[in-house]
Each structure stands twice: as structure tokens, then as C-alpha cells.
């Protein structure tokens, strides 16, 4: 365990803790740090920039609770009913999770661009709804531009991981519930959910942490524009650092972040602990 722990510390722990440090300082990055003790954390609960991108945190949040986990649930179910070619659905599902983001990205901004894409394709075959529409470059629809395309990637995913823990629920179950009359709907209620619940649980509250963590789609498609309309806490946090080389207060929306993400696996401990979830 000694190289792993090593590894850890250098990796995760030093730096970890370096940012705690450092987001009490001045510091570009160069230079020596200068101490301005909760300076960074006061501007930061000033900053319009910083309530604006959290704000579309928490829009995001919610958005991919809904949204990617119905999707994925729903598939899920539906999948588990087929008896034949399940495997080819669940590798075509799960292929676009395994491509590189800044990849599929880069095809999204191609497919969503205003001049070249899907609008001008559809123009030229009589179809010109969606002609001349700036997916990205409105500000109105720049944020659930990138959030679809992100839960193109997405649900694919916890549609697999869905289908895995249904795959274990006890077939019985199916049959007792059948035998009374029950239909699609009251198994998929009252047998599939229940049942995967711990799946379906710890899926929500690792959405929560990534939802926060969002980067690689807001900053490829759109870098956090057009006038921060897309902004999240993580291009906040990478604009400040590395284009206004203030590293200290970059460190201070780091603290946040983290702050935020203790906060959620705390709040579903103490769920779990209250609702008996271990039982």
C-alpha cells in the first residue's frame, strides 16, 4: 500500500491541501505568496461572475437529475425486456461515453454551428426550422445546447449501469406481481425502483458532484460565453487561474467547489442513515 499512499499524497493530498493554503493569499502563480486572509472568499461571495456560474450549476444540476437519469431509467427498463440482441443496444448506448469529450465535442460544434450544420442541412431539404438558429452563440439557448449534447454522452451510460442492477432483482418478483394483474408500469414502480434503489442513489448523488464539476463540454463548446451565459464555477475557477494568472483567488472558488461536494456526500450519509437505507 506504501507506493499508493505516496501517490496519493503528491497527487491529491499535497496539492489539496496547498489550495487550502493558497486560497488565502495573493499569488499569480510566480511569485511569492502574499497572506490577504479571507479577502479572496469575500470577493468571491461579491463576485457576480461567481453567483452567475453557480447558479448554472445548479440549473445544470437539476437538469441531469431529470432529464439523463429519467432517460436512462426508462431505457433501462425497456432494454431489460428484450430476449434477444440486448447486447448490440447496450454497446451502441454505451459507445458515445467512451469517446474522448474534446472529440465529441468538436463534432457537436460542427453539427450545431449555424452556417454548416444541421439548420443549413435541413434548409436544403425543405425543411428551414431550424435555419439561421446560433445554438451556441445565443445566450437563451447556449446552456441547454451544451447540456444536451453533454447528456448525448451521458445517459448512455446510466443506462447501462441501470440495466446492470435490474439484470439482479430476483425474477420471482416479476412473476408474483404478474400473477396479481399488474402491467408494465406498476413492475417498473413497484418492483424495478425499490429494487435499485442503492444504484439509483449513489447515480444521483455522483450527478450532483459531477454536475458541479462540469468542465470539458462548457469550456470546448462555448468557454463559458457568449457574455457567461454558460459559465460554470469550473471555467470561473480556469479563467482566473490561467488567463488571469490569479491563482489565490482561483483557489478560493476551488474551496467552494469542494465545500459544495462535501456537503452533498454528507447530506447522503446522513439520508442514508435516517432512511435504513443498509437494511
Known amino acids: 500500500m506504501a507506493p499508493l499512499l505516496v501517490v496519493n499524497l503528491l497527487v491529491i493530498t499535497g496539492p489539496g491541501l496547498a489550495s487550502v493554503f493558497y486560497s488565502f493569499t495573493d499569488w499569480d502563480g510566480l511569485s511569492r505568496p502574499r497572506f490577504v486572509g479571507l479577502a479572496n472568499y469575500a470577493e468571491m461571495l461579491r463576485s457576480g461572475a461567481v453567483g452567475s456560474a453557480l447558479l448554472h450549476n445548479v440549473l445544470w444540476t437539476l437538469f441531469f437529475l431529470v432529464v439523463p437519469m429519467g432517460m436512462g431509467l426508462v431505457g433501462a427498463f425497456l432494454l431489460s425486456r428484450l430476449r434477444r440482441h440486448q447486447a448490440i443496444f447496450r454497446v451502441l448506448y454505451f459507445v458515445p461515453y467512451v469517446l474522448a469529450t474534446v472529440v465529441s465535442a468538436a463534432v457537436w460544434r460542427q453539427i450545431l454551428d449555424p452556417d454548416g450544420g444541421i439548420g443549413a442541412a435541413l434548409a436544403t431539404l425543405g425543411l428551414p426550422f431550424l435555419e ?22 451521458w445517459w448512455g451510460f446510466l443506462l447501462v449501469i441501470f440495466l446492470a442492477s435490474m439484470q439482479s432483482v430476483d425474477p420471482a418478483l416479476y412473476e408474483a406481481v404478474r400473477l396479481d394483474g399488474a402491467g408494465p408500469v406498476r413492475e417498473f414502480w413497484h418492483i424495478t425502483l425499490p429494487m435499485i434503489r442503492p444504484t439509483l442513489v449513489f447515480l444521483g448523488l455522483m450527478t450532483i458532484i459531477w454536475s458541479f464539476l462540469v468542465f470539458d463540454y462548457v469550456y470546448v463548446l462555448t468557454q463559458g460565453g457568449p457574455a457567461g451565459s454558460t459559465d ?42 435516517r432512511l435504513r437505507w443498509d437494511i
Request: hydrophobic share 50%; no cysteine.
Open 232 to 273: 460554470v464555477l469550473s471555467t470561473v475557477l480556469y479563467r482566473e487561474a490561467f488567463q488571469n494568472q490569479r491563482h489565490g483567488y482561483a483557489s478560493a472558488v476551488a474551496m467552494l467547489l469542494s465545500a459544495i461536494s462535501a456537503a452533498t456526500v454528507l447530506g447522503y450519509l446522513a439520508l442514508r442513515r
Open 132 to 153: 439561421d438558429v446560433n445554438f451556441l452563440g445565443n445566450p437563451s439557448l447556449a446552456l441547454g445546447s451544451v447540456a444536451f449534447v453533454n447528456t448525448w454522452q
